[in-house]
């Protein structure tokens, strides 16, 4: 069983910059899929972003690119999520998560016509964007 410790969620005006992370525990962030999705209030969840700890690459949402980068730091084994140009649209809770155990129980989470099953995912972080 994986454990997540989500962090940084915050209240930032729109426009504004927001980094939140991921401290993952219980084994190290190899040979996996580990990304961001989100889910506001009424709407479906969403994927952001993500990554192959195989190697290296990423992988974003078509609204988020250009915008939001995905990180991670392997001594604190720790995935990051930097947000800029933060808009009125992004509001949401932010999950990070694994593919990791599956396929029962995953949840289905589309980056534009791509799909990755989460088997693990975190408690969320709530990202408001406001003015």
């Known amino acids: 069983q994986a454990q997540f410790v989500q962090s940084g969620g915050a209240l930032v005006q729109p426009g504004g910059s927001l980094r939140i992370s991921c401290e993952i525990s219980?084994?190290?962030?190899?040979?996996?899929?580990v990304g961001w999705f989100r889910q506001a209030p009424g709407k479906e969840r969403e994927g952001v972003s993500y990554?192959?700890?195989?190697?290296?690459?990423?992988y974003y949402e078509d609204a988020m690119e250009g915008r939001f980068t995905i990180s991670r730091d392997n001594a604190k084994n720790t995935v990051y999520l930097q947000m800029n140009s933060l808009k009125t649209e992004d509001p949401a809770v932010y999950y990070c998560g694994i593919d990791y155990p599956g396929p029962e129980n995953a949840i289905a989470v589309y980056f534009n016509k791509s799909r990755v099953w989460f088997g693990s995912w975190g408690q969320g972080t709530q990202v408001t964007v406001s003015s």
């Open positions: 219980g084994f190290t962030l190899d040979y996996l899929l």
């Open positions: 990554m192959s700890t195989t190697d290296g690459s990423t």
